[in-house]
């Protein structure tokens, strides 16, 4: 298991931008494929973004195609989500999610990580 810190949510207007981090503690961090999901009240936990362990595939719900950008530095055991042009609907708790792997693969369903965080809200005013 490996301990998963997320920051950066807060409160902004729709059309407004803010930047997700979630650091890992895990030494191995470069072998960790990690993902980005969110939970929005009364609704189960869906799929973001996620990102294999290289960051040669990376991987958007349709709904923020364009919109949102994840990324990772494995210098500093980080991986980011760059949100621009949010929307209301974009309202959530967002969580950060790790599996270590051996390949460079990353599958897009919850079930399939098995560290989470403990999430940050994201809340976009309209």
């Known amino acids: 298991q490996v301990q998963l810190v997320e920051s950066g949510g807060g409160l902004v207007q729709a059309g407004g931008s803010l930047r997700l981090s979630c650091v890992a503690s895990?030494?191995?961090?470069?072998?960790?494929?990690m993902g980005w999901f969110r939970q929005a009240r009364g609704k189960e936990r869906e799929f973001v973004a996620t990102?294999?362990?290289?960051?040669?595939?990376?991987f958007y719900a349709d709904s923020v195609k364009g919109r949102f950008t994840i990324s990772r530095d494995n210098n500093k055991n980080t991986v980011y989500l760059q949100m621009i042009n949010l929307k209301p609907e974009d309202t959530a708790v967002y969580y950060c999610?790790?599996?270590?792997?051996?390949?460079?693969?990353?599958?897009?369903?919850?079930?399939?990580?098995?560290?989470w965080g403990q999430g940050t809200q994201v809340t976009v005013s309209s």
């Open positions: 999610a790790a599996r270590q792997t051996y390949s460079d693969f990353v599958m897009n369903r919850p079930d399939w990580f098995n560290s």
């Open positions: 895990r030494r191995t961090f470069i072998r960790d494929a």
């Open positions: 990102i294999s362990w290289s960051g040669g595939s990376t």
